[in-house]
């Protein structure tokens, strides 16, 4: 295996799961990467390390740069199984290793793992000298988990950002030059909209404590260092964790005998006699995860169901369930739907967009059956009412 450096003396000893397509229910389409790195100087560090099954390739990159038991410090930015993974395996060839991590990270390693380890815990804002270059260290908490902190070398001017700034993308290329922004643009922000979206606040938190650091090369736990594009990523995710949204509208449905998506199609006509952007998704056809990416950009967004059993669609209701979790603010909706009896399932959604606290300035569109030209064309002028509102 070649080395690959991403600056002098720091490695990239990462593994690629070129066959994730699973991540605790997030489709990653594209694969993933653990990215751990290796530092040598006076001190050798290994920041992170890679879920357990890649341990072997993330050892054969350690060992071609150096033996594993001069490892001196494991630095667990983060507790979470990708990341924390191999170090159990890994102490086991660098015995004399100390773990660093924050004082959650202790508490959640010594969870998971069950042995008493070596730990360095520090507090955020400590320093760490290792030679030629001190880490510093700033707590991150809930950018994931309460444990994350991220790692910065004043001298390299790098962070080590651990979970922020990761794209699931499976590849060969280390950079995001080699990738380009319109794929990486794409894939962080799935990124944020299915892992970050709820702790908009701690982002923000955390973009103000490395704001006053020099930085000219983010390297996260997943996906390509960024050096080129680092103005471009910092500036989204600014935007992302302050909710600031497009003037675009996301429709999203199932259907059961085509009544719903009559009325999909009747409310994108009118947004686009508006000139509203808009983005159709069908439950049936795409994934949860990906229509997340859609909504972490969207101002206006459409939800509708038939009823079924008295309710909506199940598809629906893990759509909904998925999306309070992650609860996008300041979002304006409309619930619609369609029925023959019954007709629980627009009132229903409508109840989730409330508890959202999203704008509603229209009432629900519930159709009888099947609906006719007329109503198409009355569905039609209520989503000519909503692009307006939208535009303003
Ligand atoms: Fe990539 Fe929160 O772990």
Do not use: C
Not at 175 to 201: M, R, S, T
Not at 318 to 340: D, E, I, Q, V
Not at 383 to 390: I, N, R, T
């Amino acid at each position: 295996m070649n080395k690959i450096a991403i600056k002098p003396g720091i490695y990239w000893v990462g593994g690629i799961d070129w066959q994730l397509r699973n991540f605790h229910g997030y489709l990653t389409q594209r694969g993933s990467t653990y990215n751990a790195y290796l530092i040598v100087d006076e001190k050798i560090v290994l920041v992170d390390t890679v879920k357990h099954y890649l341990f072997e390739e993330m050892l054969s990159r350690i060992r071609e740069i150096v033996d594993p038991s001069k490892i001196d410090y494991i630095l667990s930015n983060h507790v979470e199984m990708d990341h924390s993974g191999s170090i159990p395996r890994l102490l086991e060839l660098a015995p004399r290793a100390r773990v660093i991590t924050s004082p959650p990270g202790e508490k959640g390693l010594s969870r998971h793992y069950k042995r008493e380890w070596d730990f360095q815990v520090v507090e955020s804002g400590g320093v760490l000298d290792i030679g030629e270059r001190t880490l510093q260290f700033v707590h991150t908490p809930m950018v994931h988990w309460p444990d994350n902190m991220v790692t910065y070398s004043a001298s390299d001017k790098l962070l080590f950002s651990n979970d922020a700034f990761g794209q699931h993308i499976a590849t060969s290329e280390r950079f995001d030059d080699e990738v380009g922004w319109d794929i990486l643009k794409q894939e962080a922000g799935k990124y944020y909209a299915n892992i970050v979206f709820p702790y908009g606040a701690q982002v923000k938190n955390a973009l103000r404590a490395v704001e006053g650091l020099e930085i000219d090369m983010i390297a996260p736990s997943h996906g390509v260092v960024w050096r080129s594009l680092v103005g471009e990523i910092l500036r989204e995710y600014g935007k992302w964790a302050n909710g600031e949204t497009e003037k675009k509208a996301l429709i999203v449905y199932d259907t059961m005998w085509g009544s719903t998506e009559k009325v999909a199609f009747a409310l994108m006509e009118g947004l686009a006699e508006e000139d509203i952007h808009v983005t159709i998704r069908n439950l049936n056809t795409s994934h949860i995860s990906d229509i997340m990416t859609e909504v972490l950009t969207s101002r206006l967004i459409l939800v509708g169901s038939p009823t079924l059993n008295n309710g909506m669609l199940p598809s629906m209701g893990a759509f909904l369930t998925y999306l309070s979790g992650l609860r996008p603010k300041g979002r304006m909706g409309l619930a619609f739907g369609s029925y023959g009896w019954g007709g629980q399932a627009a009132g229903e959604i409508e109840k989730v967009l409330r508890e959202l606290k999203w704008e509603l300035p229209l009432d629900k569109i519930n159709v009888k059956y099947i609906p006719d030209l007329e109503e198409l064309e009355e569905i039609k002028a209520e989503g000519k009412k909503l692009g307006k509102l939208v535009k303003k």
